[in-house]
Structures are given as structure tokens and as C-alpha cells.
């Protein structure tokens, strides 16, 4: 299990600076200030994972055989409340941060989950959701009247059998696809597709999946295969790298790259030339991007996470219980920011060891 530490030993370490608009230093946050780390990124994303269960048990996620019958979720007692979380969510607003992944295990598990958007989406935020998309169909509308902007759907495969071999999961890939269709009738657009690729099990979805979404304004986002979590069995021979993704699409539909969005966007984007569209490469382990990384992590219990792959987590949820006014919360956050050092995509190697790493359905991924 992870180690939490206790926020109240972090101290800001010295001499950090930000890119662009300066670091908040010493122990006052203004409002509005933004927090940069030890390697001068500065604090700009929050994923916050609404719960740690899931009706898929992906193989790369929550395999089935480790998250079984008995495995000890979190009690309700122990999950932020929705006020907990928009309090926590707007301490984090005045710090800088500018987006919000609301994130699980499936958040869509989370009973009256449009109480909570609602209540986020009175914020300066671009506020969007990750889901696996079995119950999207019934619940994009009511997000969408909430107030959240965008979904992207987890899809590795358009053939049930390898759907299902990925996701070890009754869930009919046609029930995912009407998920989709809703939420893009809802104007939860572009929504984009997420699918993990590993090696000897879905390779044949890239073409797939890149041919059934072109021209439709969704966008497809080929994921390398990553060794998240402690469970998970990752190997370095099941990724299949981006230039070979790449490669395999471009074989059938002519692309060419697309330039990004935005400094620090984690997908390479690539369009057709053809004008039917476009897709993203996430080259998390080939081409590794920790050097623009801007995001922190809330876990379902109030832990702050400074990377995917963390192994210790600094208890925010002891602070918002034990009454800390706003300005506490504040700093102890920035406090946790500016110590940040992390950058395990770029110096993984197959040794890396990963036995004390945390569940990605924890932290959210
Ligand atoms: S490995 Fe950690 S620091 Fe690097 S991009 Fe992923 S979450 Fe960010």
C-alpha cells in the first residue's frame, strides 16, 4: 500500500522558479498566483477521481484476478463528499489550475455525479470527464445540462471478442457506441476515443477504430501500453511504439502531423489529409512528456498524487475535516506542488520496480 505523508512536514524547498508568469514563493498564495514545481512546471491540470470502483476490469487497470469479490474498496465514509471536493477544487482554482478530469475507477459509478459537475462548473474551468462509457448513454444529457464540456471514452477495441478480452467485461461494444452517439447528440464534443494498444491482443483495432471514427469529428487517441499500477504484469514487449500505430493507419489513410493545441498537449495530433478528421498518439513510454507535465491528482479519499506513477500520497482529506480555512488548504497544496520532482516516464526502464506504485483506479488515470 502507499505511504501517505502528512502535509504539515512539507516545506517549499528553495530556489524553484516558474515558466512564464511567476512561482508563488514562500509560504503566502495569492489569489490568482500560480505554483510551480522543482523542474519549473507550472500547476495547470486536476484529476479528480470520483470513486475507486469500476464495472470493467480492464486487464491493464483493475485485473480481475486482484481486484476480485473481496477486494477491500473504500467505505463511503471514506470518500470526499461532493462539497469536500468543489472546496478542494476551488482552492485549487485560485493556484492556477485551468482544467478538471473528473476520473475513477468509472466515475459514472458515483451516485448523483451531476450534483457534483454542477457544482464545478461555476468555476473558471474547462471541466471534462473519462469514462468507459457503459452507462453513458443515459447520463451524457444530464451531465451536459450540469454543466460538463467534454468526455472521452476508453474503447481498445470495435469486436466484442476483443473488447471483452480487454476489458474483461459483459459490456457489448454496440453499448459503448450508443454511449458515444449520445454524447455527442448532448454537445459533449469533439469526444474523444482513448484506446490502450498492447501488443498480440488489439493491434488489429488501430486500423479499426481509426476507420470507423473518421469523419465523424471524434477523435481517436492510440495509448501505448504502460506499466500503471502494481498489478498489471507490464512487460516492455506488449507496447506497440506510436511510430508503428502511426504507421499501420498511415498503410490505409494518408496523414499528416497536426500542430498541438497547446504547449504541454499530452497527444501528438496527426490529421488525415483527406480532411475526414484526426487522431492522437499518447507515446507515453516511447516518447515520454513529464518535461511539460502540469497535473496533480485527488484521489477518491482526498490524497494529493504528483504523478500516475506515485507511490506516496500527502493527506488533503485530514486537513478539510480538521477545519483548515481556504488559505491553509491553499498553501498546503502549493507546498505539495513545489516539491514535485517527478518524471518516471522518462526514466523507466523494464527493471523499474513497481510493487509499491498506486492502483491508476485510485488516483484516476
Ligand atoms: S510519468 Fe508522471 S510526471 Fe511523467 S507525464 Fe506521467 S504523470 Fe506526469
Not at 524553484?16 to 500560480?34: I, S
Not at 451516485?111 to 448513454?137: F, I, S, Y
Not at 504484469?233 to 508503428?244: I, K, L, Q, S, T
Amino acid at each position: 500500500m502507499s505511504r501517505i505523508l502528512p502535509l504539515a512536514d512539507l516545506r517549499p524547498p528553495r530556489g524553484t522558479g516558474g515558466l512564464g508568469a511567476p512561482a508563488v514563493e514562500g509560504d503566502d498564495v495569492a489569489a490568482g498566483a500560480t505554483v510551480a514545481d522543482a523542474r519549473g512546471r507550472r500547476l495547470h491540470d486536476l484529476r479528480i477521481s470520483v470513486t475507486d470502483r469500476c464495472n470493467f476490469r480492464c486487464v491493464y487497470c483493475m485485473p480481475k484476478d486482484v481486484f476480485g469479490r473481496d477486494y477491500p474498496f473504500l467505505p463511503h465514509a471514506a470518500l470526499l463528499t461532493f462539497e469536500e471536493i468543489a472546496r478542494v477544487a476551488r482552492a485549487f482554482t485560485g493556484l492556477g489550475v485551468g482544467k478538471i478530469r473528473l476520473t475513477g475507477g468509472e466515475p459514472l459509478l458515483r451516485k448523483n455525479l451531476e450534483r457534483l459537475v454542477a457544482m464545478l462548473a461555476t468555476m473558471p474551468v474547462d471541466l471534462t470527464l473519462t469514462t468507459n462509457g457503459a452507462l453513458l448513454a443515459r447520463k451524457a444529457r444530464p451531465l451536459a445540462d450540469a454543466g460538463l464540456k467534454r468526455v472521452t471514452v476508453s474503447l481498445d477495441a470495435l469486436d466484442d471478442a476483443t473488447f471483452r478480452a480487454m476489458g474483461d467485461t459483459d459490456t457489448p461494444v454496440a453499448q459503448v457506441l450508443d454511449g458515444i452517439d449520445a454524447a455527442s447528440r448532448a454537445g459533449l464534443a469533439p469526444v474523444k476515443i482513448n484506446a490502450v494498444i498492447k501488443r498480440g491482443v488489439n493491434e488489429h483495432a488501430i486500423v479499426d477504430l481509426a476507420r470507423r471514427f473518421r469523419g465523424t469529428g471524434h477523435i481517436v487517441r492510440f495509448i501505448e501500453y504502460m506499466d500503471v499500477g502494481a498489478t498489471n504484469g507490464w512487460r516492455m514487449d506488449d507496447v506497440v511504439p506510436a511510430a508503428e500505430i502511426l504507421e499501420r493507419v498511415a498503410s490505409v489513410f494518408p496523414i499528416e502531423p497536426a500542430d498541438p493545441n497547446y504547449a504541454g498537449e499530452v497527444a501528438l495530433r496527426w490529421r488525415y489529409r483527406d480532411g475526414a478528421g484526426e487522431i492522437g498518439v499518447i507515446a507515453s513510454v516511447t516518447q515520454a512528456f513529464c518535461r511539460d507535465c502540469t497535473r496533480m491528482r485527488l484521489s477518491t479519499d482526498g490524497k494529493l498524487y504528483t504523478c500516475l506513477f506515485a507511490t506516496e500520497g500527502h493527506d488533503l482529506r485530514e486537513l478539510v475535516r480538521g477545519g483548515a480555512d481556504d488559505a491553509t488548504l491553499a498553501r498546503a497544496i502549493a507546498a505539495v506542488w513545489r516539491r514535485r520532482d517527478d518524471r518516471y516516464s522518462e526514466v523507466r526502464t523494464a527493471a523499474t520496480p513497481r510493487e509499491r506504485r498506486i492502483e491508476m483506479s485510485y488516483i484516476g488515470g
